[in-house]
């Protein structure tokens, strides 16, 4: 049967064409020149179609193909030969196009060609796959009916498949699809176009296919120009987007780095997301601006699709997207922020959102120039350089004198420039990234930080950029390109190898493995692994040639500012070898703490005339910042207390790995002791690191906080202040109502309480409470907020901020104690929720009449330990008073006109504060001794006569941990003794 297709544009050369033809399955079988309109030249092609294709319907589909190719709207590859011989429409392709993409992207180890030949010879699959998904989601044609026949014919087909790999790349297909629970695929603009990528919204909780970790939902973006995937590990989440260079593993890229935001977000309202794009068009060739204008595009139709999928809110009621047929219930909370190859983007971002009328405007993505511009603020370099304070005060190492380092990354990065801009004693002996290799093995720790604070300030600088006279003797800049780098003999001394030259990747390996104080990682990389690791495990085949085991590290500390520097059992082992280190979640979550935070204020400050509203977000961000390092402090010094006890805590903390794996923790996949090991700890005294009790402290945090959210508490009274003490006080003060009406007041109350329990006194204060009085989590924490209030112990946790190690160690159990006997007589007395918070505000006001003397006076260990507390704290004040009389170090630049990094001011808030208390426990010794080692008396409990600690079969405990992170009910360091010792918590 004859027909005609018209080719869409101006006559193209031959050679052009006919590839493109033979991508639909047509072949070119003549060209014959005949005169055209107005008698330009023109030619007619002869085409044959597929076998058993009847041209009536073929052609038709053809040329759409054709304009749609031709105007980039699709592509061509094996899959187009679908529109001819199958007769489906482009944008049907595209569906079954991008779930074969996704497919790719989760691990299927099947290559593309071999995906898609047996797609082409499934065609009645492909075409009851496309109906059962419209009848799912096309707006003007969705009928459950119809879809569940659609399922059931689908599960018939499967079982005509012959052979395995059919019935898994089948399979796959149909379940993917079935996890759709949106898409853009039906949505057009007002000239009736199609979007220009498509959208799959994915329950990936549900999708049995997909690796460990499996986030509850991803949205795969899939157009000619770009590919993208955005993970969230709840409906309330937020992550940074970066541009990947990784197209055939993008997803396990982000895989790895959304697993580190869900517990890097413990200290914020929304859970962890992160997403990330490829560029699908070639960069070779193309100067930095091209390179830029490509990325900027590929972000931009990335940021619209996963809005496409997004509801909008107009007023308190949630807005579904247009001709979008919805799966998954209301669904309006979307934010963003700045990654890797996306730092300046958060404009671009904002102004999609903002075209769109998306009820968050620029509040969508955090930072722009309307918000908190992390590198001015030096914000995430300054929260993990809290945590490098601790480590060397525990250290017994002065954290404001001279230091030596090593560090990944160059003075233009945010982490690693403004990291390295925190001390003028630091002296950076190394560091190296993808361009070259630094080296000064005996730095001027003045000169050396001048010449840091200029290339920090001179735009794209590089290691290349450092004046070469301030280095000292045998210092120098190397390429990693170079064949090989001689080394001097002071690099060889400082580095301690004795190789007289090495290739770039040996010296960077030498690098990471110097004799340092510090090991700084500001980069991108994953750079250490442990010894029983191989390369391909840890999934960053760029770094597989420099890469050391934690064994060959020599450093005293790690600061991990940068994302995925070390794998989870690298830091394991390197803390087990005596190297102090958290982890990347815990060290630089100031950066997501901020973006939230700036996030919450925008939307209180929503109808503020716009310049009124960014002058108020300019006068808060010191405030902002203090808020920010005061979390980063707490958790820390939490942590510290873990590390202190930690053989003692070994029973309840596998006790709660035990229940936190009932309610979702994956054991292994969290590189937690299983079981044997902990037994294996145990004969051997040991307990878990700090990076181990890092991941207990952040999902107990999750999961009160998700505890709290199922109760009323949020709404009670007796905690309103939890929320207005979260934003900075002028705004509190001047917007009262719109702080309690905020949007996310529930969320942020939650979030904030959780924070504050764990980091004082530990989920063992809630386990405690609810095992003696049957209560669920939501009122033991009202337990601990009213005792909080009654004894206006706000105040006296934000003194124990700023004090030396052996009052907080002193002073931690002392406030513990009290918390707990309050909370545990309050619940004596006060069992219902309403009676605590009516009962606060005459208990307070008998304990504001009471002799402070009393305190002193007390007979036994309690009034040694009260008088030893007073005598520290004394000479604390007198030691304090000294170093004010000493001149005051010159700050280090503009940048650094705020506290020093690690240095958070002690502050009163009223009501019941949310920071200002630290960990659950003294930090830095066993609570067993006093500040001078001497061993002190056993304490029985959290008050004479409290009830004994169970530590199973409670009745009504609800979904608590059964053990704390915290200290609390321990056992004896000396085995087979069968005496038991319980701390004050």
Avoid at 14 to 37: E, K, M, N, S
Avoid at 281 to 302: I, M, N, P, W
Avoid at 318 to 338: E, F, I, Q, S, W
Avoid at 604 to 612: H, K, Q, S, T
């Amino acid at each position: 049967m004859a027909g005609l297709v018209t080719w869409p544009a101006a006559r193209p050369l031959l050679a052009d064409v006919v590839p493109i033809f033979d991508r639909f399955g047509v072949r070119v079988a003549d060209a014959v020149a005949v005169p055209g309109d107005d008698d330009a030249p023109a030619t007619r092609l002869e085409l044959l179609l597929p076998q058993g294709t009847a041209a009536a319907t073929a052609l038709p589909r053809l040329e759409q193909a054709l304009a749609a190719a031709w105007a980039g709207e699709t592509e061509l590859d094996g899959l187009s030969r679908l529109t001819v011989g199958a007769g489906l429409p482009v944008r049907d392709v595209a569906v079954l196009r991008a779930a074969c993409r996704y497919l790719a992207q989760v691990g299927l180890g099947l290559s593309r060609g071999y995906v898609e030949e047996t797609v082409l010879g499934a065609p009645d699959f492909a075409r009851a796959l496309l109906a059962n998904f419209a009848a799912r989601h096309d707006p003007d044609a969705a009928d459950p009916a119809t879809a569940a026949s659609a399922a059931e014919h689908l599960a018939e087909l499967l079982t005509r498949t012959t052979s395995l790999d059919a019935d898994r790349i089948l399979r796959g297909l149909r379940d993917v699809l079935a996890a759709v629970v949106r898409t853009n695929r039906y949505q057009v603009d007002a000239t009736g176009s199609p979007r220009p990528a498509l959208a799959l919204k994915i329950a990936s909780a549900q999708l049995d296919l997909l690796p460990r970790p499996r986030p509850e939902v991803e949205t795969f973006v899939c157009s000619p120009r770009m590919e993208g995937l955005h993970l969230r590990g709840a409906r309330v989440a937020r992550g940074g987007l970066r541009w990947s260079e990784r197209p055939e593993d993008f997803r396990t890229e982000v895989l790895g780095l959304v697993k580190a935001q869900m517990v890097k977000n413990a200290v914020i309202v929304p859970a962890g997301a992160k997403g990330a794009f490829v560029v699908r068009e070639d960069l070779r060739g193309l100067d930095r601006a091209a390179v830029q204008e490509r990325v900027a595009g590929a972000y931009r139709t990335f940021v619209d699709a996963l809005l496409d999928v997004t509801d909008d809110r107009d007023g308190d009621r949630v807005v579904h997207p247009a001709r979008t047929v919805v799966h998954d219930g209301d669904d309006p909370y979307l934010v963003v922020a700045a990654d890797k190859g996306t730092a300046t983007f958060s404009d671009l971002a904002n102004e999609v959102a903002e075209r769109r009328g998306f009820w968050l405007g620029d509040a969508f993505a955090s930072g722009g120039s309307s918000g908190y511009d992390h590198k001015v603020m030096g914000i995430t370099a300054r929260g993990a350089w809290v945590s490098v304070r601790r480590h060397l005060r525990e250290l017994g190492v002065d954290p404001d004198g001279p230091l030596t380092a090593v560090g990944v990354g160059d003075m233009s990065g945010d982490v690693f420039g403004n990291g390295m801009l925190l001390s003028d004693e630091l002296r950076l002996v190394a560091a190296f990234d993808h361009r070259h290799v630094f080296l000064d093995p005996d730095p001027d720790p003045a000169r050396s930080a001048a010449e840091r604070r200029r290339l920090f300030a001179l735009p794209g600088s590089s290691w290349d950029d450092y004046d070469r006279s301030v280095l000292s003797p045998g210092g120098g800049v190397h390429r990693r390109d170079a064949k090989s780098v001689p080394l001097s003999p002071q690099v060889r001394a400082r580095l301690g190898v004795d190789a007289e030259e090495l290739s770039p990747a040996e010296l960077v390996r030498a690098v990471l493995r110097a004799p340092v104080d510090l090991l700084w990682n500001g980069g991108i990389g994953t750079y250490v692994r442990a010894a029983e690791e191989t390369d391909a495990q840890v999934g960053d085949r760029a770094n597989d040639a420099v890469r050391v085991t934690s064994g060959e590290l020599r450093c005293r500390v790690v600061g991990e500012g940068g994302n995925l520097g070390l794998t989870q059992r690298a830091r394991i082992e390197a803390a087990r070898a005596g190297v102090a280190l958290n982890t990347d979640f815990i060290d630089n979550s100031a950066g997501v703490d901020t973006s939230d935070r700036e996030v919450n204020l925008k939307v209180l400050l929503a109808g503020v005339p716009r310049a009124e509203r960014d002058a108020v977000l300019r006068a808060v961000e010191d405030e902002v910042a203090t808020s920010v390092l005061a979390d980063n402090a707490l958790q820390a010094r939490a942590l510290s207390v873990c590390a202190a006890q930690a053989p003692f805590l070994l029973d309840r903390h596998a006790q709660l790995i035990g229940d936190l794996e009932r309610h979702g923790l994956d054991r292994d996949l969290e590189v937690l002791p299983s079981e044997a090991e902990v037994e294996r700890l145990r004969q051997a005294g040991a307990g878990l690191t700090r990076p181990e009790a890092a991941v207990l402290l952040a999902h107990s945090k999750n999961l009160v906080r998700e505890e709290l959210l199922r109760s009323d508490l949020p709404d009670d009274p007796s905690v309103a202040g939890v929320l207005a003490a979260y934003f900075p006080r002028a705004v509190r003060e001047r917007w009262p109502d719109r702080v309690a009406a905020h949007p996310l007041a529930r969320e942020i109350t939650a979030t904030q309480l959780a924070n504050d329990l764990v980091n004082r006194v530990g989920p063992g204060f809630l386990l405690r409470l609810e095992e003696r009085h049957g209560v669920p989590t939501p009122v033991a924490a009202h337990a601990y907020m009213v005792a909080t209030q009654v004894l206006d112990l706000d105040p006296v946790w934000a003194r124990v901020d700023d004090v030396p190690l052996a009052v907080e160690r002193l002073a931690l159990p002392e406030l513990q104690a009290a918390t707990e006997r309050t909370a545990d007589r309050l619940l004596q007395a006060h069992p219902d929720p309403a009676a605590l918070t009516a009962a606060a505000p005459a208990l307070a006001a008998v304990v504001a009449g009471l002799d402070p003397a009393a305190w002193l006076d007390r007979p036994g260990a309690a009034g040694d330990r009260a008088r030893a507390l007073q005598a520290e704290l004394a000479a604390a004040g007198r030691r304090r008073r000294g170093r004010l009389r000493r001149p005051a170090r010159e700050r280090a630049g503009p940048l650094h006109r705020r506290p020093r990094a690690g240095h958070v001011r002690p502050r009163r808030r009223p009501g019941p504060g949310v920071r200002g208390g630290g960990g659950a426990a003294p930090a830095g010794a066993d609570r067993g001794l006093t500040a001078a080692g001497a061993p002190q008396r056993a304490r029985s409990g959290p008050g004479r006569g409290s009830p004994p600690v169970r530590t199973a079969g409670r009745p009504g405990r609800g979904s608590r941990p059964a053990a704390a992170v915290g200290p609390g009910p321990r056992r004896s360091a000396a085995r087979g003794s069968g005496r038991r010792v319980r701390s004050a918590s």
